[in-house]
């Protein structure tokens, strides 16, 4: 097949080009936002996926649409959140009404769509966004169903995907870890909100295995849920030395939510392999071995990036 991978340099669009590439013909095209230059030796078209018509143009020949672009955190969407409603709603909705429809698409969507919830959320579960980035997310989701399209509604992301591709700093087993590294301390508020998470490499897999699959619709991703107290047990297990403090104060946010995943277990074959712990200590070795220089740069953090850039 030919696919064509929209956000293809991003953390999950670096290993899910590679996982793609194996077996298909893949195409990139990125904005590169946080890249100066496309590294990888795949075909690459630098554009902006509001730009509908380019992106029907590079989506000639092609199979399926892999939508990954999108300004991605809660964080970098408040920054600007009328360039994120073009980008993560606007653009996306474009693209599903101009697309040819033989052509599939499959988008990747959060599950910070259900905000605050203590029950195990399944997807027809109520949805209650508490961000412009998932407001956004959860109403472009509409026209890719509309046109029987993939949905993956994501749990937060972890670990390593490829040598190349900016890891991110901003997403919580990741930012525990870099702490742990660089601070040798964690402090971890509010510890017992859960998280569904999913390593970056399971999700390329997922991807991989539904561009050929028949299967279509909305579907949660996750390895499990988590709670943020969990994360820094493993992150002990691989920084022995680390001081871990713990508070009331709620993580970063008040997203607390659990995600059922038995959908995306009955539909697909593939099953998530790649453990909190496994993926703490693959980080740890990318750390040691100084492949990221400066674990602290904005660069790898998408809101402290775009604020400094004023987008
Ligand atoms: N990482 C997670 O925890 C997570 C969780 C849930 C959902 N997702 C979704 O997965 C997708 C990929 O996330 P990521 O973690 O790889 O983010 P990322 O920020 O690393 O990658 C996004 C990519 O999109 C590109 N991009 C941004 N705006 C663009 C535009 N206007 N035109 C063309 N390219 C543009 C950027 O240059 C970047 O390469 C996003 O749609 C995100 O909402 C991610």
């Not at 293809?8 to 013909?25: K, M, P």
């Not at 380019?54 to 399926?64: H, I, L, P, T």
């Not at 949805?127 to 407001?135: E, F, G, H, Q, R």
């Not at 040691?288 to 904005?298: C, E, F, T």
Request: with cysteine; hydrophobic share 40%; glycine share 8%.
């Amino acid at each position: 097949m030919k696919v064509l991978v929209l956000g293809g340099a991003g953390y999950i669009g670096g290993v899910t080009s590679d996982v793609l590439s194996i077996n298909h013909e893949v195409t990139v095209y990125d904005n590169l936002l946080y890249e100066d230059r496309y590294f990888k030796r795949l075909n690459f078209v630098n554009g902006d996926i509001r730009d509908t018509k380019k992106v029907v143009n590079s989506a000639e020949g092609c199979d399926v649409v892999v939508l990954l672009a999108a300004l991605v955190g809660d964080g970098a969407c408040a920054v600007n959140p009328g360039l994120t409603e073009e980008i993560n709603f606007l653009a996306v909705k474009n693209i599903c009404e101009q697309l040819p429809k033989e052509k599939k698409i499959i988008f990747m969507s959060t599950a910070s769509v259900y905000g605050a919830n203590e029950e195990l959320v399944d997807e027809i579960g109520p949805t209650k966004p508490l961000s412009i980035y998932a407001s956004t997310k959860l109403r472009a989701e509409k026209y890719v169903l509309e046109r029987g399209g993939v949905v993956f509604r994501l749990g937060t992301v972890f670990g390593v995907g490829d040598q190349y591709s900016r890891i991110r700093s901003d997403l919580v087993v990741n930012t525990l870890t870099i702490k742990a590294f660089v601070e040798n301390k964690i402090v971890v508020n509010g510890g017992n909100q859960y998280r569904p998470l999913i390593s970056v490499r399971d999700v390329a897999y997922y991807l991989a295995e539904a561009c050929e699959s028949p299967a279509f619709g909305l579907f949660n991703l996750a390895y499990k849920n988590a709670t943020i107290s969990s994360i820094a047990d493993d992150i002990f297990l691989v920084f022995p030395n680390v001081e871990i403090k713990r508070t009331d104060i709620l993580f970063e946010d008040e997203r607390n939510y659990k995600v059922n995943t038995q959908k995306a277990r009955n539909t697909f074959s593939y099953t998530p392999i790649y453990s909190v712990l496994s993926e703490i200590k693959n980080m740890a070795m990318l750390l040691y071995g100084g492949r990221i220089k400066n674990p602290n740069s904005v660069v790898y953090n998408n809101g402290m990036y775009l604020s400094n850039m004023r987008i």
